[in-house]
C-alpha cells in the first residue's frame, strides 16, 4: 500500500511565525502535491512537484513556498504565517504514469492565532 | 477555467436509502473521473475512477457512478447506503493537456453525508 505521512496532525503557530508542514511518501513517486481543504470549497492546489527540486505553483500559492529535496519528501512552508491560512492541508502523492491517482496523508490541521 | 460542481453541499440519509450525488465539470476535452471519499477522521481515499470503456463505474463499498458526456456528468450512487457511508465525498476531475504540462486535478467543493440509523 502506498503510505504518505506529514509530519503533524494538528498544528497550531502564531502569527508571523514561519511554518514548516513535512510530507514523506514511500512508493517512489515522482509527484508530489500540497493542497488546502476549506468547508465549501473543497480542495485547492498550492503547489506541485514532478520531480525532485522541481516545482510548479498551483492555483494559491501566494504567501507559501515549498521545497523538494529528496524524491521522498517533500516540504511546505509558510514564510509569515497569517489568520487566513488557518486550514486543513493535505499532501499527496502519484506516479508520473497514466494512471493519474493520488494517494493522499492524513492532514495537518493549522491554527494560526 | 475548468470547474466541478457538485450539487448538493449536505445530504441527511436514512440507511437503506438509496444515494445519487450529482457531480459537473466545464470542460470539453478528454477527462480522467474520479470520486474521493473522507471518512470522519480519516484520509481521503479513492472511492472509483473511469478513465474510458463502460461509462457505468464500479467502486468500492458499493458504490458506483455513470459517465454522461453529453451532460458532462459523473454522478455517484449506491443503492441503500449505511450508517458507515457517512462521510464527506469529492468529485474530481483531470484535464488532460496534450499540448504539454500538468495534467491537472481539480476538485468539486465536496458533499457532506449523514446517514441516520
Known amino acids: 500500500d502506498v503510505k504518505v505521512t506529514q509530519s503533524s496532525r494538528y498544528l497550531v503557530k502564531r502569527t508571523g511565525e514561519k511554518v514548516f508542514l513535512e510530507c514523506v511518501q514511500d512508493?517512489?513517486?515522482?509527484?508530489m502535491f500540497w493542497y488546502r481543504q476549506d468547508p465549501g470549497l473543497g480542495l485547492r492546489l498550492i503547489y506541485f512537484?514532478?520531480?525532485?527540486?522541481?516545482?510548479e505553483k498551483g492555483d494559491i500559492p501566494e504567501g507559501y513556498s515549498v521545497s523538494r529535496e529528496k524524491k521522498e519528501r517533500f516540504s511546505l512552508i509558510l514564510e509569515s504565517a497569517s489568520t487566513n491560512q488557518t486550514s486543513m492541508y493535505l499532501c499527496a502523492s502519484r506516479s508520473a504514469g497514466t494512471s493519474y491517482e493520488q494517494y493522499f496523508g492524513p492532514g495537518t490541521r493549522l491554527t494560526v492565532t | 477555467a475548468q470547474s466541478v460542481s457538485q450539487h448538493n453541499h449536505h445530504v441527511i440519509l436514512s440507511e437503506a436509502a438509496s444515494l445519487e450525488l450529482g457531480c459537473n465539470y466545464s470542460?470539453?476535452?478528454?477527462?480522467?473521473l474520479f470520486w474521493y471519499v473522507q471518512y470522519p477522521g480519516q484520509h481521503l481515499q479513492l472511492l472509483l475512477k473511469?478513465?474510458?470503456?463502460?461509462?457505468l463505474v464500479k467502486g468500492i463499498k458499493g458504490f458506483e457512478a455513470e459517465f454522461i458526456k453529453s451532460k458532462f456528468s459523473f454522478n455517484l450512487r449506491k443503492p441503500s447506503v449505511q450508517w458507515s457511508d457517512t462521510a464527506e465525498y469529492f468529485c474530481a476531475v483531470i484535464v488532460k493537456r496534450f499540448s504539454g504540462g500538468y495534467n491537472k486535478l481539480i476538485f468539486g467543493a465536496g458533499t457532506r453525508l449523514a446517514v441516520h440509523p
Open positions: 512537484s514532478y520531480d525532485v527540486k522541481m516545482k
Open positions: 470542460y470539453g476535452g478528454t477527462v480522467n
Open positions: 473511469y478513465f474510458s470503456g463502460d461509462p
Open positions: 512508493m517512489d513517486h515522482e509527484n
